[in-house]
């Protein structure tokens, strides 16, 4: 059974901190890495993919991967009242079949 | 910009009965999906689907559900025989490569099973 663990939250940040969300996941063989982002009541938007170790950056964002320790994390920096969501991790191996996390919900507090 | 759409927003229906959840993907998408949100729990896979065939699907597509892309357009999800435990938020997303890419998703559609 492959599992992904996130911590549920709710994680607190006041404006403008960084937030950073943790995701574990079981699967060795695990190879690609997703960030979403999901408003209460709307779909998952993909905020960020990666793939390899290491770090990757798009903006505010910056996704971080270790394949080693199998986890992978997003951090938010400048975080905004409008980033307040529930963030989903997904991972996929070979079959490319994603598993997702429950999601870490994030509270940006002006 | 182009995005998936998927109708109705919200279906109620009695159990036993059959289900037609309708998605129209992003127009040059290949690659089509369907995925299942219980509430207040995480989005699971049910199947994809490329090349008018199924390509991988989970444990919970069972036969009970069926995919079909009908014209160029439509991507729909039947399920035969309702049950209870099938109340979720379903999604449809696409995506123009399979795997490692990129999957948009549609907005939902709530069915509720009485």
């Known amino acids: 059974q492959k599992e992904v663990e996130q911590n549920s939250g709710p994680l607190s940040v006041p404006e403008g901190a960084i937030a950073s969300l943790n995701c574990t996941y079981s699967d060795r063989g695990s190879q690609s890495f997703f960030w979403y982002r999901q408003y209460s009541g709307k779909s998952p938007e993909l905020i960020m993919f990666?793939?390899?170790?290491g770090d990757k950056e798009d903006g505010r964002f910056t996704a971080q991967l270790n394949k080693a320790s199998q986890y992978v994390s997003l951090l938010i920096r400048d975080s905004q009242p409008s980033d307040s969501a529930t963030y989903l991790c997904a991972v996929t191996g070979g079959s490319y079949i994603p598993t997702f996390g429950r999601g870490t919900s994030l509270i940006v507090h002006p | 910009e182009p995005e998936v759409t998927q109708t109705p927003s919200h279906q109620v229906t009695q159990m036993g009965q059959e289900v037609i959840l309708r998605c129209v993907p992003i127009?040059?998408?290949?690659?089509f999906y369907w995925y299942r949100q219980i509430l207040g729990q995480k989005v699971e896979f049910l199947v994809s689907f490329y090349n008018n065939e199924i390509s991988e699907k989970s444990e919970i597509f069972d036969d009970q559900f069926s995919v079909e892309r009908p014209d160029g357009s439509n991507f729909t999800l039947k399920i035969r025989s309702t049950k209870l435990e099938d109340s979720a938020m379903y999604f449809c997303?696409?995506?123009?490569?399979?795997?490692?890419?990129?999957?948009?998703f549609g907005p939902g559609t709530r069915l509720t099973v009485l």
């Open positions: 997303a696409s995506g123009l490569a399979g795997g490692r890419n990129e999957q948009f």
């Open positions: 127009s040059n998408h290949l690659y």
């Open positions: 990666i793939y390899s170790n």
